[in-house]
């Protein structure tokens, strides 16, 4: 077993900034899918942040999110060798997570509410380190200018503007029974949306 | 469309707490997927707290120090590839075959391959070879542990450690300052610094030369090398 107190990378230390870098932070690595990783704790590091938010974009929610992504890789890391190259542990961990997202929708709700298309995911991570950050709420804004006014503004309200119902009700003066079903119908309309405009 | 569990769903996610079970139709599911993606474009926890990476890193090391210390690896390989296929399904199982059968048939015999191997030890330690300050952008300083000579690189801030002995017929090579090159003094064969065949004059290109984990600490580049011997 590797010691564990510095972190080993995967090619190579980065020695330009070593001097705040010692508690081992993630920043320097680096690693390019031809490569293999020298150990569980490079894997770890290089996937841990890319899972996690994979997972948080098709859960909503940190608890169920943190919870799935120890999960990959507690079921990825002990059948993983260091062996196979950084490529074919990165589309491992994705196909490993796409089962256990889809178990757990099953579990939950018995049918499966969001998935993982493992074949996109290794693709797009391969294309470009710098992840364009704008992208998902360039989507989110032009779904929401494609709705009726009165399910944009109670979406805007909710979901942009952390509104609780009762202060979005007020705000457009209705009921909190009323803005809890134009809340529900926004939702189902704005799926539609989403699923016309991939 | 159950209205009040959905409410309650959306709720939860905006409260960023866990949602409750229920069973869905395909109604509560398209409302349950719009409200998950409209959450996830807008929360900041979109990205993992530092506490979390830290746990989980501390958890896994626990029990891969565990299986490890269990000893039988035979034992443990069947049982994480049954674990394995059992929880990947069957279109992962393809990508997880690739990776699982090298590994079970990976008997350590020489390789034909051509692609760069790391190397890296069953029992090793952390062996300083350079200091930080020695090793300046682009050059490159020669060691020896006891069980492993080699060369390590700064290229361009990023440290690389190669195996300094020829891959054909296990000379030492030497480094060719000039050339920025390793050079086999018993055949005619050149690597690159970072190990790969730059050219040779041998009947079969030789494998690239196989990679060391190099790390920094406290001023000292480090390889992972095994014990003397």
Redesign the interface.
């Known amino acids: 077993?590797?010691?564990?107190a510095?972190?080993?990378?995967a090619?190579?230390?980065?020695?330009?900034d070593?001097a705040d870098d010692?508690r081992g932070t993630a920043t320097s690595l680096?690693s390019v899918p031809?490569d293999?990783y020298?150990?569980?704790?490079a894997i770890?590091r290089d996937n841990?942040?890319r899972l996690?938010?994979m997972m948080?974009?098709?859960?909503?929610?940190?608890?169920?999110?943190?919870d799935l992504?120890?999960e990959v890789?507690?079921?990825a890391?002990?059948?993983?060798?260091?062996?196979?190259s950084v490529g074919?542990?990165r589309?491992?961990l994705v196909?490993?997570a796409?089962?256990?997202l889809a178990s757990h929708w099953r579990?939950?709700?018995?049918?499966?509410?969001?998935s993982i298309d493992?074949n996109h995911e290794v693709a797009s991570r391969e294309e470009e380190e710098p992840r364009p950050e704008s992208n998902?709420?360039q989507?989110?804004t032009n779904i929401l200018a494609g709705l009726p006014e009165r399910y944009e503004r109670i979406?805007q309200l909710?979901?942009?503007e952390?509104y609780s119902?009762k202060e979005a009700a007020r705000a457009m003066n209705v009921s909190v029974g009323n803005a809890?079903?134009l809340?529900?119908r926004a939702?189902?309309r704005?799926?539609?949306l989403?699923e016309e405009a991939p | 469309m159950k209205k009040r569990r959905l409410s309650a769903f959306v709720e939860n996610l905006l409260r960023n707490r866990r949602p409750k079970k229920f069973n869905a139709d395909s109604d509560d599911a398209d409302a349950m997927r719009a409200a998950i993606e409209l959450r996830a474009s807008q929360a900041e926890e979109a990205s993992p707290r530092p506490e979390f990476v830290a746990d989980l890193h501390r958890q896994l090391d626990r029990s891969l120090s565990a299986e490890t210390a269990a000893g039988d690896q035979l034992s443990i390989r069947r049982v994480s590839r049954r674990r394995l296929l059992e929880g990947v399904g069957i279109a992962a199982a393809a990508t997880a075959g690739v990776i699982l059968d090298r590994e079970v048939l990976d008997t350590g015999g020489p390789s034909a391959s051509n692609t760069q191997q790391p190397l890296v030890p069953d029992h090793g330690t952390w062996q300083p070879v350079a200091g930080t300050s020695e090793l300046g952008n682009g050059q490159v300083a020669p060691f020896q542990t006891g069980s492993t000579v080699g060369f390590v690189v700064n290229n361009a801030g990023t440290v690389q450690a190669v195996s300094g002995v020829c891959t054909h017929q296990g000379c030492l090579l030497r480094q060719n300052p000039t050339a920025a090159r390793l050079e086999c003094p018993c055949h005619r064969a050149y690597f690159s610094l970072d190990g790969k065949v730059i050219s040779h004059e041998l009947s079969q290109p030789p494998p690239p030369l196989p990679r060391l984990s190099v790390r920094e600490r406290d001023g000292q580049v480090e390889v992972y090398t095994p014990p003397p011997v």
């Open positions: 077993m590797i010691e564990h510095c972190l080993p990378t090619t190579g230390a980065d020695l330009s070593s010692r680096r031809g293999n020298p150990d569980w704790e770890y841990v942040d996690y938010r948080f974009s098709r859960v909503g929610n940190r608890p169920d999110a943190e992504t120890a890789f507690r079921a890391l002990g059948p993983l060798r260091t062996s196979a074919e542990v589309a491992y196909a490993t796409r089962t256990i579990r939950r709700y018995g049918m499966e509410i969001t493992v998902p709420t989507r989110v979406l909710r979901f942009l952390s119902l809890k079903v809340q529900l939702l189902r704005a799926a539609q989403m």
